[in-house]
């Protein structure tokens, strides 16, 4: 019989879920990490929320350890390389809790607009002022959403009810969804200029941290009410302390910090900021929902080795797993490759299939290109989640199929088109290890590396001496490079495979070459 550890507090439906499918869990929550340590290496399966740290420390001791299953949809607390490199998949479960946390902004922005807590310690206090606490109406008033998936549009449903007018920016929210949810697309300079209250629902990834920076604050409306109860990064608190301070930003809400548990924060005692600790899923619905669904994903995957919203591992069947597991590598890299290409809100993604792999269950594939291409802009995206976040975002998905490929046995070619355009990469499995063999129409032959660089340029005389000297002066070694061109004197790409992480200001350097069009820094 699997044996699990619920280490932190669940629902007491999860441990019925788990007897009844014949599972053994033991509930120790509140464990030091000595003594998680200690007792780890007994069981089959971890169930935790947010308390338990499953870092690689307690990863390495848990040697029967096959699956870790976190109630709710952050995993900040696992040690996800770790988990992978042993073997052990990572589930969450990413739409327990949409409409708790919605609700929970939609209070924070009724809080602001109202000055409720100030109003409340005042008036238990027997001071009676009611002419401080003039508010404001969101009737009519135009809410500005950073982030339009799950969570965004349920807020904007709500806000709509309200009668608000709903702006919104997400890149992978195209035309169509966005008239389906009832707002409107606009980018982010537009949304920081016309919105009366900013409320953020998107992870945060390399993207998204900081994404209202301090210059970005100081954007907004004169008097702009925001509200975080998403995750904490997402906004630069030192700056927005100042604009609270200095009266731009009318008020503050958050329920997630850069810190947490938040004992102290630069945001605390201001008059006109609201604080919660992290409540964003806490009712007792929502505990009751992610407790459920954690138990019977780990039940299925120990009991029957089904998989179900898992970060680090694909659906695959036990038959299929050996055939499909280099495509499926390649189809998560060269996803990833296009994801961090593209700047512009994503309408279509097409997969298609050429050769041998067109011959094969094509849906794991298309779901790690999927996840690929959206996580540059979605850290918690995965295989299992990644089709349904694309239906969610109105990013129309298409497969093709042709058996008979020109030149390589099995041939994945992914185009995404955004509203600028169409971009096309194209990927095959040479010696069981993938590589990139086609971009911008240009044949090349590269294998992806950890970190890579792609320069596109005009091909002219001197530089890739040019390049290479700018990458020595930065102390950058080179590992692989690959050149694919049209013609001489015609567009050309270089991916560069280097072993050390290129600044923003060597790459600033490589952009101002001459006859250079575009340098990215990609990481795999």
């Excluded at 970190?451 to 950058?476: C, H, Q, R, S």
Aim: net charge negative.
């Amino acid at each position: 019989m699997p044996r699990v550890l619920i280490a932190d507090k669940l629902s007491p439906a999860a441990l019925d879920i788990f007897k009844q499918r014949g599972v053994d869990a033991d509930v120790k929550t509140g464990l030091s990490k000595d003594d998680l340590l200690k007792i780890i290496g007994d069981y089959d399966g971890l169930a935790v929320r947010s308390a338990t740290k499953a870092d690689k420390d307690v990863i390495a001791a848990a040697g029967n350890m096959k699956v870790i299953g976190r109630a709710g949809i952050g995993v900040d607390n696992v040690d996800i390389p770790a988990a992978t490199a042993a073997g052990i998949v990572v589930m969450n479960t990413p739409f327990g809790n949409s409409i708790t946390t919605a609700e929970h902004a939609i209070a924070m922005m009724f809080a602001l607009a109202r000055q409720l807590p100030a109003a409340d310690v005042s008036t238990q206090a027997g001071k009676w002022e009611k002419n401080r606490f003039m508010g404001v109406e969101l009737y009519g008033k135009t809410l500005g959403l950073i982030g339009a998936g799950n969570i965004g549009s349920i807020v904007a449903d709500r806000a709509n009810g309200l009668k608000m007018h709903v702006i919104a920016y997400d890149p992978f929210l195209s035309p169509e969804r966005a008239v389906e949810i009832g707002v409107e697309k606009v980018e982010i300079e537009d949304l920081l200029k016309r919105a009366d209250v900013i409320t953020l629902h998107t992870p945060l990834t390399d993207k998204t941290r900081n994404i209202l920076s301090a210059e970005n604050l100081a954007k907004t409306r004169k008097g702009v009410l925001i509200v975080n109860c998403a995750r904490g990064g997402l906004v630069d608190e030192a700056a927005l302390r100042k604009l609270l301070d200095e009266g731009h930003v009318g008020g503050a809400a958050f329920d997630v910090f850069v810190e947490e548990p938040a004992k102290a924060n630069v945001l605390f005692g201001a008059e006109n900021f609201i604080a919660t600790p992290h409540l964003g899923a806490s009712t007792v619905e929502a505990q009751e929902n992610v407790a459920l669904q954690v138990a019977e994903q780990m039940s299925d995957y120990l009991l029957t080795g089904a998989v179900t919203n898992a970060l680090n591992s694909p659906s695959v069947t036990a038959e299929e797993a050996p055939r499909l597991k280099p495509f499926i590598a390649l189809a998560d890299k060269l996803g990833a490759f296009a994801g961090q290409m593209v700047d512009f809100g994503i309408m279509a993604i097409d997969i298609a299939y050429e050769g041998e792999v067109a011959r094969l269950n094509a849906r794991p594939l298309t779901a790690a290109a999927l996840a690929g291409v959206m996580r540059p802009m979605l850290a918690e995206v995965n295989m299992v989640s990644a089709p349904a976040v694309a239906k969610e975002r109105g990013i129309t998905v298409s497969e093709s199929r042709q058996e008979d490929s020109p030149i390589y046995e099995s041939l994945i070619r992914i185009t995404v088109t955004t509203e600028k355009g169409k971009r096309s990469f194209a990927g095959s499995v040479l010696a069981g290890t993938p590589r990139v063999v086609e971009v911008k129409g240009m044949d090349l032959d590269a294998p992806f590396g950890p970190t890579m660089l792609y320069v596109n340029n005009l091909d002219k005389p001197g530089f890739i001496g040019n390049l290479g000297g700018l990458l020595a002066e930065a102390g950058v070694n080179i590992a692989t490079f690959n050149l694919g061109r049209v013609s001489a004197g015609d567009d050309a790409i270089a991916l560069v495979g280097v072993d050390q992480e290129p600044s923003e200001a060597l790459i600033g350097k490589i952009q101002g070459l001459p006859h250079v069009k575009e340098a990215r820094a990609l990481r795999f």
